[in-house]
T-cell receptor, first 114, second 113 residues
Framework: DQQVKQNSPSLSVQEGRISILNCDYT??????FLWYKKYPAEGPTFLIS?????DKNEDGRFTVFLNKSAKHLSLHIVPSQPGDSAVYFC?????????????FGKGTHLIIQP | DVKVTQSSRYLVKRTGEKVFLECVQD?????MFWYRQDPGLGLRLIYF???????EKGDIPEGYSVSREKKERFSLILESASTNQTSMYLC????????????FGSGTRLTVV
């Protein structure tokens, strides 16, 4: 049973426009959510996170929105740049749930076109 | 600069070989993890450890074992490599105080022929 779902395997966006990556979760115990970015042949790197006590967190060009009632979060990138082309993983955890930490989605490959 | 170091970036092994993937972290993190990444399947947890000599099975432990003799080192062992274990292997670590803050290594691309 997939607890974190990224239903779009890939997304193509024109440079300068907004990229919106979506993520859904099924486990109501999840209370902390993260986005990781991964380039080919490199490990994932942390991008941005949000606690369930918030509905929005912003860091520069990146904003994450959380809709708890819908069990849905999204990552907005504005404006999109060529260096944003990567695979983005959504992850979730139940804080205090022990060492087995993060549950990842399957990832969305974002392609920024010039 | 804190980091998680995986000993090899690329490995090619033969079917049936015993394979060791090594991971070392210098952040004094309690928790360490091994994932594999495959196209369309995302990151799948193989094994994790929350303390020295402790290990827990993840979602796909079959065909793998692990060893954690020292806090900074977490080894993944493929007892008898098979072609379906060809994958990108990623090691990560975290501290219990902020368990969600994973730091990943650069990955090992393993090809079993």
């Amino acid at each position: 049973d997939q607890q974190v779902k990224q239903n779009s395997p890939s997304l193509s966006v024109q440079e300068g426009r907004i990229s919106i990556l979506n993520c859904d979760y099924t486990n109501s115990m999840f209370d902390y959510f993260l986005w990781y970015k991964k380039y080919p042949a490199e490990g994932p790197t942390f991008l941005i996170s949000i606690s369930s006590i918030k509905d929005k967190n912003e860091d520069g060009r990146f904003t994450v929105f959380l809709n708890k009632s819908a069990k849905h979060l999204s990552l907005h990138i504005v404006p999109s740049q060529p260096g944003d082309s990567a695979v983005y993983f959504c992850a979730a955890t139940e804080t205090g749930g022990g060492a087995d930490g993060l549950t990842f989605g399957k990832g969305t490959h974002l392609i920024i076109q010039p | 600069d804190v980091k998680v170091t995986q000993s090899s970036r690329y490995l090619v092994k033969r079917t049936g070989e015993k394979v060791f993937l090594e991971c070392v972290q210098d952040m004094d993190h309690e928790n360490m993890f091994w994932y594999r990444q495959d196209p369309g399947l995302g990151l799948r947890l193989i094994y994790f450890s929350y303390d020295v000599k402790m290990k827990e099975k993840g979602d796909i432990p079959e065909g793998y074992s692990v060893s954690r003799e020292k806090k900074e080192r977490f080894s993944l062992i493929l007892e008898s490599a098979s072609t379906n274990q060809t994958s990108m292997y990623l090691c990560a670590s975290s501290t219990t105080a902020a368990n969600y803050g994973y730091t990943f290594g650069s990955g090992t691309r393993l090809t079993v022929v």
